[in-house]
């Protein structure tokens, strides 16, 4: 008997959550839909009629902030390359409101796999206590731009 009540008692809930479902919600009443946001460098949108970007920097998209690789193409050495990477990628992100200790995932493509624990070694420590997940690769062919290193994140503003 016991058995036949629970089932009868999770067959309603199942159909009256289903009629709730069916029923539209007014288009006032819904929540804001996320949007994609360009981020422009020194706010300075493209010109009209320019011809589009090949790509951009920086986008949100509601809470997330997508930000494109970042190199160092300047002269020297890994520990270097990752510093000045590291510091235009916080940069960008407190621009926006953002931290490093907001960035959820990093990716890290190296032109050389054997400078992977000297990156590690100004890596550490950047994103604060809890730091975000992380992929690294050496990159094929190399960095485009003779960078060692480019590092592109998403973060959360």
Same mark, same amino acid.
Request: glycine content about 10%; charged content about 20%; proline content about 7%.
């Given at each position: 008997?016991k @058995?036949?009540?629970?089932?009868?008692?999770?067959?309603r809930?199942?159909?009256?959550?289903?009629?709730?479902?069916? *029923?539209? *919600? =007014?288009?006032a009443a819904?929540?804001?839909?996320?949007?994609?946001?360009? +981020?422009?460098?020194?706010?300075?949108?493209p010109? =009209?009629?320019?011809?589009?970007?090949l790509?951009?920097s920086? *986008?949100?998209?509601?809470?997330?902030?997508?930000?494109?690789?970042?190199?160092?193409?300047?002269?020297?050495?890994?520990?270097?390359?990752?510093?000045?990477?590291?510091?235009s990628? @916080?940069?960008?992100l407190? !621009?926006?409101?953002?931290?490093?200790?907001?960035?959820?995932?990093?990716?890290?493509?190296?032109?050389?796999?054997?400078?992977?624990?000297?990156?590690?070694?100004v890596?550490?420590?950047?994103? !604060?206590?809890?730091p975000?997940?992380?992929t690294? +690769?050496?990159?094929?062919?190399?960095? =485009?731009?003779?960078?060692?290193?480019?590092?592109?994140?998403?973060?959360?503003?």
């Open positions: 008997m @058995q036949t009540n629970r089932r009868n008692f999770l067959g809930g199942v159909a009256t959550a289903a009629a709730a479902a069916a *029923v539209a *919600v =007014p288009a819904q929540p804001d839909k996320p949007t994609k946001r360009v +981020i422009y460098k020194d706010g300075k949108k010109a =009209p009629g320019a011809k589009p970007p790509f951009n920086t *986008v949100a998209y509601g809470n997330l902030l997508f930000i494109a690789g970042v190199g160092a193409h300047v002269p020297g050495d890994i520990k270097s390359h990752t510093k000045i990477v590291l510091d990628i @916080q940069q960008q407190e !621009g926006v409101g953002s931290s490093m200790e907001k960035v959820l995932k990093a990716n890290v493509y190296l032109n050389d796999i054997k400078d992977w624990p000297a990156m590690n070694e890596f550490q420590g950047r994103f !604060g206590a809890e975000p997940v992380r690294t +690769i050496a990159a094929a062919g190399g960095i =485009p731009g003779n960078s060692l290193v480019e590092i592109d994140v998403i973060a959360y503003i």
